[in-house]
Every structure is written in structure tokens, then in C-alpha cells.
């Protein structure tokens, strides 16, 4: 019998769940027992960070330096040197990218201070937004064939037809300056980690936690090292972008079959040749799946960047979405999504383009496409320069189209929502209130009446089961963290609305993935699906529920619920076809129906796979749950976000970002100690 | 072939490689007698154990084994590419162990060339390219590297595919560059860890003869590893059997075949057809007066070579010496003959 129970995981789940349901009944609401919630010892922890940030950036290490305003020597923090050095060369460079797009003086007259301010020589005039997409045109071209060359080209032409040509070059320049950034500080701590089996588990752990971490936590420490705007934008973005470049270096070099690498030493190469001529050039595929990781991780980032003053799409965005005017929105989210698969779609490409050998070509040939680049611009220069006078308003519609003054079809968006609202109100209301009161209120209430053993008592002994002693131990400290500090509250909400999402995404996703993992088409049909709507950032989701939904907590779970849903569906579709034929056959010989092979065969073979990709739920849910604090719901997201516009605001967002980091790693620790028993178990490791 | 006047250019002394976290204290402590066994409850695996012999210059010497045996450990630690837990390597008299990385560098550049048994082409590079890598890694200027490429090009027979990527090319033709990139810089010692062993049949006998006639040309020193017994047969001098990382015998094929020294190298050659490793030489009889056949064979000459027209004839037949003027050594009677090839 106890034996019996030492081996049957489910007899053991039940009897955990059994004491943590006597538990949770059991302990009363009592503010000062320690059963029902834990003293907030660790409450002075965001006072703490505030006052390492201040003293950091203000007190400690100081040298003095000349400041020519007032002719005398000032005592300045080093870090804050450093920081705002950091901060002029990034402005700098976004800056002359921005320019060299949309024309200005601030790159020369930063060089030659302000004497040439006002002066027409210095105005660098913009490159005509026709010759970036021919450009655009050109690239595709080369790197893919004439689909990628429209689907860029047309893109962008829609943007700048449009009237988003400002704004999106401003996220643009964001995202080249950004981006090889990641790509470089990726690259370069990949390859350290490669090297150095020291570095890669001290790295681990910084990873995990800054890719769980919710993008706005980060932002406020951010505005006290860097301050406000578009360089505290590119900075948030690079802590962003770079970990996964990271982590695929690291996985593309391991990658590696060690033979090449001998091959490489018997060539004789030394250790710097062995690196960049045999290994980087090797994981080459790899990499570029990185860089397209970053570019995709920017441009998520740069317009969540606009909550610190970066300039471009983001910042219309937000501006669109506290004003409610969803048509605006919409406009300049499809703008996002268009701008998202292109880059995607271009660096995709690039990672797949093979080199192509031509022994003996002279520079023109090797160097054509630059070439026709160059000459097109002149061209389309000279006619912009030309059509100047045509135009009227001063507007030269060959140059460089003006926010706003493209076509729009914003009213016809706002007549479409108009509509929606009259003809489906009613029924959105009424699903809207029924879900509310039934639904999510009495969750969250049965969530807020869990004393703190109850939740500890199944947290801990689910680590324990399917852990043993460390999973329960990582698990437990992971949480009483967030226990001990005033916020569990705010973060039992947070969990209830987490698993609300992830509970329908899951269903979603394995019940679609499953029916779309049947044949070979549909397969490749959802695949496709999923990634397109894992291309564009987080925030666009956000915009067609508030125009179903309004601002509501409803609104937030839909979006959670569709964002979370990709990843659960993927990871499904993919678990499913990776079973072996030979087992479909199996199971088709011995007569079983559609159905009972899906149960007995497939999806528990599946399982551990799918399970991987419930994990990733997890974090997208929470990510979009966070984000949804934008339009109002009172977990730990808001007081992130409102911690974005408050004095010594830094500590507490910073604090809870590493909150809810905590709760994915818990949730990550479990799910995958259960998959690597499980596939072991499988021997599908 | 081999020729004990011949300086040694590889030699192993004692040579053990274990793998495992403190193998070095167990190997210390065991006082040279290690026991795959007590080491594996150690949580370390034996890979190479007590290794010792030469390969003279010009030999090629076949390491066959089963998967496992510690072939593989074996040729890494003389090139290096694994260190040697214990033990001593001379390569050309120089004590390989003791080389500083400049010195294991340079040795690589100059006297070594490796080929794999999954190629290890570099995917980015053309065969050209592949060929030129490891002289251009050397410093060599690029138009003379590129020539020399030419030169291996064209002795391989890949000439016209110069510009080809490794994934446009069969199996047997990526490993027709990966041999010619290992002898780009003209090596001394020449490597092979199980060549052919990813190609299918057919190609593997073709790339054999290639092989062959390359060394008929090259004359190279040459460790191959395979564990496939009759490439073993075909390409060796002498073939030494690991297993277990030991090496349990060390010898010409035919006597390996005629003389196991272990149980489990008997069991290893069992199946082994005879003729295709006995010379005439050891089935033969005394110098026979009643020889009546004209016919005269070479006493080094394999039987199965032979067999159909030692067959065809029905008189005693005179061995001769060919290295000695064809002096007569000896006779053979065809019965004999026919018993190596039915008989058991
Ligand atoms: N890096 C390593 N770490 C630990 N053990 C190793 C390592 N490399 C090889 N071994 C072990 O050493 C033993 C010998 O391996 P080796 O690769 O030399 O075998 P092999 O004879 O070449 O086999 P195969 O024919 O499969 O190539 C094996 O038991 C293997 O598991
Ligand atoms: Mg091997």
C-alpha cells in the first residue's frame, strides 16, 4: 500500500491536493496569523535598490571633473560618468541614423557645436523614402528572390503612403542602432560562454531572469541611469534583445560536430583561427537566427521603449491608445505588423541565403546591387529634388510623405468599431459581465482567500514530487521571496489571472494543434499562422480587444489568451508530428480509432514536448498580463507601470519585475524536471 | 611495406588515456595495471590502456576493434587532440607530450594530416577553398595555396567540382576533399580515423583502390582505423587489435589470422576467410625435387590471388623468392590449396 503510494504520482497529487484543500478551508482570514499570510519582512527591498541607485549614480566613486558652465570643478559620480556617456554616444548614433532618413542638422551641429544651429548648410538632407524602397526592393531581391522583394517593398510603400513614414524610420533607427549592438555584445559573451563553462552557468541564471522578467520592470531603473528618451529606449532594448542572441551562439557553436572542430585543430589552426575561420563561420545559420531573434526582440522593445520617451511608433501608439482612438491605433498597429514581417521575413533570409561562389568577379559584379542602390538614389534624389516645386503646401510627396498627411483609414477603422459597438454590443456586454462576475471575480476571490500555507503546502509539494528535495527547495525560495514582501496580494492576482490565460490557451492550442497536426498542409497552414502572429510585438494585441471589450479585465485575458495560445499550439503541432510514423501504423494495425490513438499513442508520446511549450504560455501569458496593466487591472503590472511616473519608483519595479521572473522560473523549474524525467522515461531524450 | 630497418616515425610507450574527473590519481595509484572494471566503478572509462608500439616509416598500420575499443582515443592522443593520461609519444624522435601548443601547432601545420569518417568539411568554404584551409591557416600566400589545392584537386579526381560546396557532393566525393585537404601540406604521417566507413559498398571498394594508389605514390606513414576486417586486409602492414582500449595483438595480418595470441583475437578472425590473408609462403613444402609444373609462384603472393590457377594445375608447383632473383624456395601441392579454401 505505501508502497504502492511511493510510486504512483497521481495517488500522491491527489493526497496533496486533498491537504491543500483542508488547509485552505481550515486556516481562518486572520491579518496577524502566520498560517494566512507571511509578514512582509522584505518590504524595505525597493527602499534598498533606491538607495544603491542613488548613491551609485550620485555619491560613490567620485572624481571631480571641469564643467565649463560654471569654470570650477564638480564632483561626479564615475557610474553616472559612464552612463551618460554610454547615453550621448547611443543618442548620437540613433540620431544620425534618424537623419539619414528624415534629413535634419542635429548630427553636424553636434560635431561642430552651435554656431552652425540655423545655418541651411548643415540640414543633412534626408535620403527620398522611393529610394529606400527600392533599396528595400533591391535587398529582397538578392536575398531571397522577387516575393521578398515586393512583400518589402510594398510594405513599406504602404507605410509611407500612409502617413507613418516619421515614425517608423524614428523606430527603424532605434532598431539599427540596437541591433548590431546585441549582435556584437551577443556574439561576444556567446562566445565566452562557449569557451568557458564558468561563464555559461554564471550567465544562465542573469538570462533566465532577463528574459522573464516584463519588459516595463526594467524600464525605471533604466530612466535613473540614463534618464528620459530615445537612448534610455535603446538601452531597455538591448538588456532585452541580447540574451537570446546570447543563448543561440552558445547553442549554434555547441552545435558543432566535434569533428569539425578537430579537422580545424589538424589544419593547425591556432585558437583565434580555430574561432573565426572554422567555428563562427560554421555556425553561421545559427547566429543569423539570432540576429533575427534580436530584430524581432527590438522592434518589440522599441515600441514599449516609447514609455521612456523613445520617439517613433510605440510612442504614437501609446498616445492613440490613452486618447481611445482605436482607428488611430489600429492604423499605426498594422504599420507595426507590416514593419515586423518584413524585417522578419529579410533576416530570415539572409540566415538562409547560402554564400554563392564566383572565383574572379571584379568589384562591379561583386558589389552590383550596392551599385544599382547607389545610382537609383541619385535618380530618385534628383527627381525628389525637382518635384519640390510641383507640390503644393510645401509638402514634396517625392521626398518624404509627412506624419499624418497620407491616406488614412483611420475614420473608416472608427466607423468599423462604431459599428461593431452598436450592432454587438449587447452580446459583448453580456459575455463581458457574465465572465467578469462568474468568472474571473469569484477566481480571484478564491484566489485572495488561500492562506499562504495552503499555497506554499502545493507549490513545495508538487516541486517535491516531481522534483525530489532540490525542485521543492528552488520552488519554495523562489516564492516565499515574494511572500515575504508586501505585494503577495498583487501577486495572487496576478497568478489567477495567469492561470486563467494559460488554462484556456492550453486547451486552445492542444485542441487546435491536434486537429492541425492530422495532415501535412494543415500542418504547415498553423505553423504559418503561428509564426506570423508571433512576429509583431506584445502591445498589438492589445488593440483589437479594447476595441471588442473596452478597458476591462476581460480585454487583458483575451489578449493574454490569444498571445499565449501561439506557443501552446506550436509546441502541440510540433510535439504531434515529431512521433514516429511507425507508431501511427502501430496503432492503425491493431484497429484503434482516430481518437483512441490520439489518447493511448500520440499525445502522450507528445506530451513532454507539449509541455515545453506550456511553459512558454506561462511566460507569454504573464508578459501580456503585465502589459495589460496599460489599460488598467490591479495585479502586480499595474504598480509596474505606475511605478514608471513615480519618485523612487525604480526599487519597487525593479523588485516586482523579479517577482514575476520568479513565478516563470518556478513554473519553468517544474515543467522542465517533469519533461527530462518524462523523456528519459520515453527515451525520446 | 614494412621494413624493420626503417626509422620508427611514431612511437607509443606505455600510452593509457582515461577519461574521468580524477583518472589521474586512479592510474597513480594503480601502479600501471589498470582494470577496466574497477575504474568504471570509479566513474571513469578506460579508453586507452597501456599502449605500446612503433610504426615505421612508410608502414601503414590498421587499427581495427569493435565500437568502443578506444581506436579513435587511441589515434587522438598521438595526434594530440586528447591528451595522453600517462605515457610517452614520440613522433620522429620528439617527445610529443612535452611539445608547448607553438610546437603542437607547428607540428600539425607541417607533418600531420587527419581524415574523418564524417569528412568534417567546413560548410562555408568550396572544395577549393576546403582544400587551401589548412595552408592558408599555415601562411602560405594565396595564389601558391590555391595552386597546390589545384594539384590535390586534380590528384584526388575532382578536377571540374573545384567550385563546388561540400553539400553538392556525394559521400564518396566530400571524402575524396577531405583527403586531399589532409595532404595538402604534404605530410610525413598520415591519419585516417574509418574513411570509408560512412560511404556504401560499392563506393568503399573504389575509394579503397584510390587509397591505395595514392600510397602506392605517397608512401606516407599511415595510421588507419576501421572496423571493417577485410579493408583491414586489403590496406595493412601490420593491423593492430584493440579491445577495451588494450591492445591485444599486434601483427601482419597473416599471422593474426595464423597465430592469435588472445581468445578473443581468435574469435575476431574466425570467420575470416584464409586465403584472403595467407601467402603462399606459409602453406608451402620444402624445396620438392618432384616439382613438375613449370608454373612458378612468388612465396609473398596472398592465395586467393593465386587460387584459380594453383587450381587449374594439377602438379606440385615451385615457390620462388622474388625479392632473390626468383631463386626457388620451395613447393606447393594444389591439394593444399584447396584445403585452406573448403576445408576448415
Ligand atoms: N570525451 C570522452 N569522454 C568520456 N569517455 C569517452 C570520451 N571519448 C570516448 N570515450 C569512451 O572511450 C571509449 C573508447 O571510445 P572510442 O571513440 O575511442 O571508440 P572507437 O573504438 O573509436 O569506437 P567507434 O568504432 O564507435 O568509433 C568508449 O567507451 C567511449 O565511451
Ligand atoms: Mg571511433
New interface residues.
Given amino acids: 500500500m505505501l508502497n504502492n503510494f511511493k510510486k504512483s504520482k497521481p495517488q500522491q497529487f491527489s493526497f496533496l491536493i486533498l491537504i491543500f484543500l483542508f488547509l485552505y478551508f481550515i486556516v481562518p482570514e486572520d491579518e496577524n496569523s502566520l498560517l494566512w499570510r507571511l509578514p512582509p519582512l522584505l518590504k524595505d527591498i525597493p527602499a534598498f535598490i533606491n538607495y544603491l541607485l542613488d548613491n551609485l549614480m550620485f555619491n560613490w566613486l567620485t572624481i571631480p571633473v571641469y564643467d565649463p558652465d560654471w569654470g570650477m570643478y564638480e564632483d561626479q559620480a564615475i557610474v553616472r560618468l559612464i552612463t551618460r556617456s554610454i547615453s550621448d554616444f547611443l543618442l548620437f548614433l540613433i540620431i544620425f541614423i534618424r537623419e539619414f532618413f528624415l534629413g535634419g542638422m542635429q548630427t553636424i551641429s553636434s560635431l561642430t557645436g552651435d554656431s552652425l544651429k540655423g545655418l541651411k548648410l548643415a540640414y543633412l538632407p534626408a535620403i527620398p523614402w522611393t529610394a529606400v524602397i527600392m533599396g528595400l526592393f533591391i535587398l529582397g531581391y538578392k536575398l531571397q528572390g522577387l516575393s521578398l522583394a515586393l512583400i518589402a517593398s510594398l510594405g513599406f510603400f504602404y507605410v509611407s503612403v500612409f502617413g507613418q513614414w516619421e515614425p517608423t524610420m524614428e523606430t527603424l533607427s532605434l532598431v539599427l542602432v540596437t541591433a548590431p549592438i546585441c549582435f556584437i555584445l551577443g556574439l561576444f559573451f556567446g562566445i565566452l560562454g562557449y569557451l568557458s563553462k564558468k561563464v555559461e552557468t554564471t550567465l544562465q541564471p542573469i538570462l533566465n531572469v532577463a528574459q522573464t522578467m516584463p519588459h516595463f520592470s526594467y524600464l525605471v531603473p533604466i530612466i535613473v541611469f540614463f534618464g528620459v528618451g530615445d537612448h534610455a529606449g535603446a538601452v531597455a532594448t538591448i538588456i532585452f534583445a541580447t540574451p537570446p542572441m546570447i543563448r543561440l551562439t552558445i547553442l549554434g557553436l555547441r552545435k558543432i ?1 566535434p ?2 572542430v ?2 580545424g ?6 585558437r583565434f ?1 580555430l574561432l573565426f ?2 567555428l563562427i ?2 555556425a ?1 545559420r545559427d547566429i543569423l537566427i539570432g540576429v533575427n531573434q534580436v530584430i524581432m526582440q527590438c522592434l518589440a522593445m522599441t515600441t514599449i521603449a516609447a514609455f521612456i520617451g523613445a520617439k517613433g511608433l510605440g510612442f504614437n501608439l501609446k498616445v492613440a491608445l490613452n486618447g481611445l482612438k482605436i482607428g488611430k491605433a489600429a492604423e499605426i498597429g498594422i504599420c507595426v505588423v507590416i514593419i515586423a514581417v518584413v524585417l522578419d521575413k529579410l533576416s530570415l533570409a539572409w540566415a538562409n541565403k ?2 554563392d ?1 564566383f ?1 574572379n568577379l571584379s568589384f562591379f559584379q561583386r558589389n552590383k546591387a550596392f551599385v544599382y542602390f547607389l545610382f537609383l538614389t541619385l535618380i530618385l534624389g534628383i527627381i525628389a529634388y525637382f518635384s519640390a516645386s510641383y507640390f503644393e503646401e510645401g509638402i514634396n510627396f517625392l521626398y518624404l510623405i509627412p506624419f499624418g498627411k497620407g491616406l488614412t483609414i483611420a475614420p473608416l477603422l472608427d466607423a468599423g468599431v462604431d459599428w461593431i459597438w452598436e450592432t454587438f454590443f449587447y452580446y459583448l456586454n453580456i459575455f463581458n459581465k457574465f465572465l467578469i462576475t462568474y468568472v474571473l471575480f469569484v477566481m480571484r476571490d478564491a484566489y485572495l482567500g488561500m492562506p499562504v500555507v495552503s499555497t506554499f503546502f502545493l507549490i513545495m509539494g508538487a516541486g517535491y514530487i516531481i522534483g525530489g528535495i532540490r525542485s521543492c527547495l528552488i520552488v519554495g525560495g523562489l516564492i516565499l521571496f515574494i511572500a515575504l514582501s508586501e505585494y503577495w496580494n498583487r501577486a495572487l492576482i496576478t497568478a489567477y489571472m495567469a492561470t486563467f490565460a494559460v488554462g484556456i490557451s492550453a486547451i486552445n492550442g492542444i485542441i487546435v494543434g491536434s486537429l492541425c497536426a492530422r495532415n501535412e498542409i494543415s500542418t504547415k497552414i498553423i505553423l504559418s499562422i503561428c509564426d506570423f502572429f508571433q512576429t509583431f510585438p506584445s502591445f498589438i494585441y492589445l488593440i483589437p480587444v479594447i476595441l471588442l471589450f473596452g478597458i476591462t479585465d476581460t480585454s487583458v485575458m483575451i489578449a493574454a489568451i490569444a498571445y499565449a495560445s501561439v506557443p501552446a499550439t506550436r509546441y502541440t503541432v510540433e510535439g504531434l508530428r515529431s512521433v514516429p510514423p511507425s507508431l501511427h501504423d502501430a496503432g492503425s494495425m491493431s484497429g484503434v480509432s482516430n481518437l483512441q490513438r490520439w489518447i493511448s499513442i500520440e499525445f502522450p508520446l507528445a506530451l513532454p514536448h507539449i509541455m515545453l511549450g506550456l511553459n512558454q504560455t506561462v511566460i507569454f501569458a504573464l508578459m501580456m498580463i503585465v502589459l495589460g496593466a496599460l489599460i488598467g487591472t490591479e495585479d502586480l503590472g499595474q504598480i509596474i507601470m505606475g511605478s514608471l511616473s513615480r519618485p523612487g519608483g525604480a526599487g519597487i519595479g525593479f523588485t516586482l519585475g523579479i517577482f514575476v521572473s520568479f513565478i516563470c522560473l518556478a513554473v519553468d523549474n517544474l515543467i522542465r524536471t517533469w519533461t527530462d524525467e518524462r523523456k528519459k522515461l520515453l527515451g525520446i531524450s | 611495406m614494412s621494413d624493420n630497418n626503417q626509422p620508427s616515425v611514431i612511437k607509443c610507450e606505455s600510452v593509457f588515456k582515461i577519461f574521468g574527473n580524477n583518472a589521474k590519481r586512479l592510474l597513480e595509484n594503480s601502479s600501471g595495471n589498470v582494470d577496466a572494471k574497477t575504474f568504471q566503478d570509479a566513474g571513469c572509462i578506460v579508453g586507452v590502456n597501456n599502449a605500446s608500439f612503433d610504426v615505421k616509416k612508410g608502414e601503414m598500420l590498421v587499427v581495427m576493434g569493435l565500437s568502443g575499443s578506444g581506436k579513435s582515443t587511441l589515434l ?1 592522443c598521438i ?1 594530440r ?1 586528447t591528451e595522453a593520461t600517462s605515457g610517452k609519444i614520440f613522433i620522429d624522435g620528439d617527445d610529443l607530450l612535452t611539445m608547448n ?1 607553438k610546437e603542437l ?2 607540428l ?3 607533418k ?3 581524415v ?11 572544395v577549393l ?1 576546403n582544400i587551401a ?2 595552408l592558408q ?2 601562411g602560405t600566400n594565396t595564389n601558391e595555396s590555391i595552386a597546390k589545392a589545384m594539384e590535390m584537386v586534380e590528384l584526388v579526381g575532382l578536377k571540374g567540382r573545384e ?1 563546388y ?1 561540400p ?1 553538392e557532393l556525394s559521400g564518396g566525393q566530400q571524402q575524396r576533399v577531405g583527403i586531399a ?2 595532404l595538402a ?1 604534404e605530410p610525413d604521417i598520415w ?1 585516417l580515423d574509418e574513411p570509408f566507413s560512412a560511404l556504401d559498398p560499392l563506393i568503399r571498394k573504389e575509394m579503397q583502390d584510390e587509397f591505395l594508389r595514392l600510397q602506392g605514390v605517397l608512401k606516407k606513414t599511415i595510421m588507419f582505423v576501421t572496423h571493417d576486417f577485410d579493408e583491414a586486409l586489403r590496406l595493412a602492414d601490420r593491423i593492430a587489435i584493440m579491445k577495451d582500449g588494450i591492445i591485444e595483438q599486434l601483427d601482419t595480418p597473416d599471422n593474426i589470422v595464423l597465430n592469435p595470441a588472445t581468445e578473443y583475437v581468435k574469435k575476431f578472425t574466425e570467420d575470416v576467410p584464409r586465403e584472403k590473408v595467407l601467402k603462399i609462403e606459409s602453406i608451402m613444402d620444402p624445396i620438392d625435387s618432384n616439382a613438375s609444373s613449370n608454373i612458378e609462384i612468388s612465396k609473398d603472393a596472398i592465395i586467393e590471388t593465386l587460387a584459380e590457377s594453383i587450381l587449374n594445375s594439377k602438379e606440385i608447383l615451385k615457390v620462388v623468392d622474388a625479392n632473390k632473383n626468383n631463386e626457388i624456395v620451395g613447393s606447393l601441392d594444389p591439394a593444399k590449396v584447396i584445403k585452406v579454401l573448403f576445408g576448415k
Avoid at chain 1, 265 to 270: E, I
Avoid at chain 2, 116 to 125: D, E, G, R, Y
Wanted: glycine share 4%; aromatic share 10%.
Fill in positions: 560536430s569533428e569539425i578537430e579537422s585543430l589538424m589544419s593547425g589552426c591556432n583561427q575561420r572554422v563561420p560554421t553561421r547560402q554564400k561562389y572565383a | 587522438r595526434s587532440l601548443n601547432i607547428e600539425r601545420r607541417n600531420m594530416g587527419m574523418f569518417q564524417n569528412f568534417a568539411l567546413l560548410p562555408h568554404k568550396t577553398e584551409f589548412p591557416i599555415k567550385n560546396f553539400r585537404r589532409s601540406v591519419f
